[in-house]
């Protein structure tokens, strides 16, 4: 099969090349997925788990990206609850050989089911962004009606899905990010946008949920806003401090195939939707993830 392969930890998304690699196999309760089309994020390629196996030992030439929606071909032993020639959506093992590529073994676990008018480059824009702002908003924040929520970065893949879910909810949604972002921002569901380049963060006022993707700076100036018994959640890097009196988290995106068929839902009904930028095919793909200027949406790689 065609895939796209990483060497070298240093060289990032420029030491992308695409070879002929063998076919996955289904282990246990795996299986085999024809992927049509794959999303990437470009972090992936600082995880150790990029490089290495669960044991630490170096798996290189490693297939990367984890976002998937394709059609399963194979089952594994014991596999239950997916059918061959099924549609399925999910979010692929960190430590395996990822999405980029024709073929993928995964976790039956991991993926869910996808109806036949939901397509695929949809689809595989909606695992990481999906499942990081559910789990964001309800598990590790426990975000209810009536409370208000600080979404920095609401313009961006991750953000703008926080900000929709968090509205449907019954939130009310404080959005950041630059000065370009606001139309975008507003349009995904945010209340009000703050720009983080101009405009005084602290004027927001105390909230019961942050939700951060940035880190640094930004991060560390919302901890003072987060008021009594309100969370911190950050996807960035683990919290310097905890708010006075909340709680902040750091968490790691997990594949949920109940929350995975939550999303879809929503999409399907118009509730929620992903902003795509450029859809390329797979020998394209080095190039494609590779933009030489700042990319609007979500990059999705199709296989032929």
């Known amino acids: 099969m065609q895939a796209i392969i990483v060497t070298d930890p240093d060289a990032g998304t420029a030491g992308m090349a695409l070879t002929e690699q063998p076919e996955p196999h289904a282990s246990e309760n795996d299986v085999v997925v024809r992927v049509h ?3 990437f994020t470009p972090g992936e390629l600082t995880w150790p788990a990029t490089w290495t196996d669960r044991a630490g030992r170096d798996r290189t030439p490693s297939i990367p990206g984890h976002e998937l929606a394709g059609v399963v071909t194979g089952l594994g032993y014991g596999t239950t609850g997916l059918d061959v020639g099924q549609r399925v959506l999910g979010l692929a093992d960190w430590t395996r050989n990822g999405t980029l ?14 109806p036949a008018d939901v397509d695929f480059v949809t689809a595989a824009s909606l695992p ?9 908003l309800f598990e590790h924040g426990r975000l209810q009606a009536g409370q208000t929520v600080l979404v920095h970065g609401a313009a961006g893949g991750v953000g703008s899905v926080a900000s929709q879910l968090a509205r449907e909810a019954g939130a009310y949604v404080i959005g950041t990010g630059r000065t370009a972002d606001r139309a975008a921002a507003l349009d995904h569901g945010a209340h009000e946008f703050v720009d983080l380049g101009a405009d005084d963060l602290a004027a927001v006022g105390r909230v019961n949920l942050v939700f951060d993707v940035i880190g640094g700076d930004v991060a560390a100036r919302s901890t003072d806003l987060v ?3 309100g969370t911190l959640v950050t996807i960035a890097e683990p919290p310097a401090r905890q708010p006075e009196d909340g709680r902040s988290i750091f968490f790691v995106v997990e594949p949920d195939r109940a929350q995975l068929t939550e999303i879809v839902a929503r999409v399907r009904t118009g509730r929620l939707r992903t902003t795509i930028g450029t859809v390329r095919p797979l020998a394209e793909a ?7 200027e700042r990319p609007t949406g979500k990059t999705i790689i199709t296989m032929a």
């Open 37 to 39: 089309a794959s999303g």
């Open 101 to 114: 590529a024709e073929y993928v073994a995964v976790e039956a676990r991991n993926l869910a089911p996808l």
């Open 128 to 136: 990481v962004s999906g499942l990081t702002a559910w789990q964001g």
């Open 227 to 229: 008021q009594a018994g």
């Open 286 to 292: 080095p190039d494609a993830l590779n933009p030489t």
